[in-house]
């Protein structure tokens, strides 16, 4: 029978594996057992089923998703693994680290995300995502994309002169510092509702402001984009004020 912690992972569209603060498995569900290619029942170690020099990286990243939940910072870390399966063969993947809490109990929540499938969508995204990029050069909106999850994988112009910095320092994770700390939590509960759910959402936050100056208020509409198995997100920001005057 499962337990409570098993529905952290059974919840998830894409191959997930919860661990204790020491790297022992808890849950797993179908999807990432058919990954990682070997059944992983409670208290297998993550040494199990991964490659010796990814444990270490792994045993760090997750001290700092522990470091940010317990500052109440809700940003995921993300880490290029290898598995070794049991057929000799290994695959590549990107593990996505959060905190998660089943009955008062912290778990750290890995989902696997594999690398070589990922770049055989990019390749496929690459005519699609020069159409868009080419339609929000035409646009008066802040755009931001991602791939798969909430990591943006693409900023327009626009949206770096809204939040008055270089587009290259707003992808990624970037564009969420700019919003006010008070706005945060809502902002990335809207993306993960919209990526996990594959729903729409509307919602309005605050960027943070300047010495002296009073905080701009962006609405912004968030809607998921699906590519194979893997679910991302399209929001597009306007200030509100250009959207009270209709300009």
């Known amino acids: 029978s499962k337990g409570p912690t098993d529905g952290v992972c059974d919840s998830l569209p894409v191959p997930a594996v919860g661990c204790d603060r020491g790297g022992t498995v808890r849950a797993a569900n179908d999807a990432f057992v058919a990954f990682a290619g070997v059944a992983v029942p409670p208290g297998t170690h993550w040494r199990a089923f991964l490659a010796p020099e990814d444990c270490d990286r792994?045993?760090?990243a997750a001290g700092s998703a522990l470091e940010d939940d317990l500052r109440?910072?809700?940003h995921a870390h993300d880490l290029a693994v290898s598995f070794r399966r049991?057929?000799?063969?290994v695959a590549r993947a990107e593990l996505r680290l959060r905190m998660a809490t089943a009955e008062g109990e912290k778990l750290l929540v890995a989902t696997a995300?594999?690398?070589?499938?990922?770049?055989?969508q990019v390749r496929k995204l690459a005519a699609?995502?020069?159409?868009l990029r080419m339609l929000a050069t035409a646009v008066r909106v802040g755009l931001v994309s991602s791939h798969a999850g909430i990591r943006a994988t693409y900023v327009n112009d626009r949206c770096a002169e809204l939040f008055e910095s270089e587009v290259d320092d707003l992808v990624g994770f970037g564009w969420l510092d700019r919003v006010h700390p008070e706005d945060v939590d809502a902002m990335v509960a809207a993306l993960e509702e919209v990526v996990g759910e594959a729903t729409e959402r509307d919602v309005e936050v605050r960027l943070r402001a300047r010495a002296g100056e009073e905080p701009r208020n962006l609405r912004a509409r968030v809607v998921p984009v699906q590519t194979g198995g893997e679910v991302g997100f399209v929001a597009s920001f306007e200030e509100l004020a250009d959207v009270d005057t209709g300009t």
């Open 113 to 120: 995300h594999n690398l070589e499938e990922q770049q055989r």
């Open 128 to 131: 699609s995502e020069h159409r």
């Open 58 to 60: 792994l045993a760090t």
């Open 86 to 89: 049991p057929d000799g063969t």
């Open 72 to 74: 109440g910072r809700r």
